[in-house]
């Protein structure tokens, strides 16, 4: 069904804050992007995109950092579809209405979430209390993450429905 000709960009960071700075760990990180990558790259073409000093996540044919806005918004329109964490990237791409994952741990999808995308929360218990305060103050929580063949079999699924 796949044979590598579908591509597939990866958002898989969000900024940098200070508490990170201090932690090395962003609390809107997912822990599990190497399985997925290692599952998917069989079947697409897998770019990564991000800011300088961000880590590039091995197996993924192409890592593009530092893009415009626009270089952004022509990528979007370019791609089979997307896939990041609750980051800028989604809100992008729902503006050139390209449909995606978003890969949500602490925050709540209902509010920051677009309904044309697949919205993927473990469970609404890891939702932070205050959904509208700062970042930097929330700790990383490796038990809010969905597992990674979750975000696997949303690709697959959501391919598909974008083949038909």
Not at 17 to 40: C, Q, R
Request: glycine fraction near 4%; charge should be neutral.
């Amino acid at each position: 069904m796949f044979n590598r000709t579908e591509q597939i960009v990866i958002s898989p960071f969000s900024k940098q804050f200070p508490m990170e700075i201090k932690t090395g760990v962003n609390a809107k990180n997912y822990p599990y992007w190497s399985e997925v990558i290692n599952t998917l790259n069989k079947d697409f073409i897998i770019e990564q995109i991000g800011i300088e000093g961000e880590e590039e996540i091995k197996g993924i044919d192409k890592f593009s950092i530092g893009l415009s806005l626009n270089d952004l918004k022509k990528k979007a329109k370019e791609i089979t579809t997307w896939i990041a964490v609750d980051n800028f990237f989604p809100h992008l791409c729902n503006v050139v209405n390209i449909k995606g994952i978003v890969i949500f741990t602490l925050s709540d999808p209902l509010i920051f979430g677009y309904r044309q995308n697949i919205n993927i929360l473990k469970d609404r218990k890891y939702l932070r209390e205050s959904q509208f305060q700062h970042w930097f103050k929330e700790p990383y929580c490796i038990d809010a993450a969905v597992e990674s063949q979750v975000v696997i079999d949303a690709v697959y699924a959501l391919v598909k429905e974008l083949k038909l």
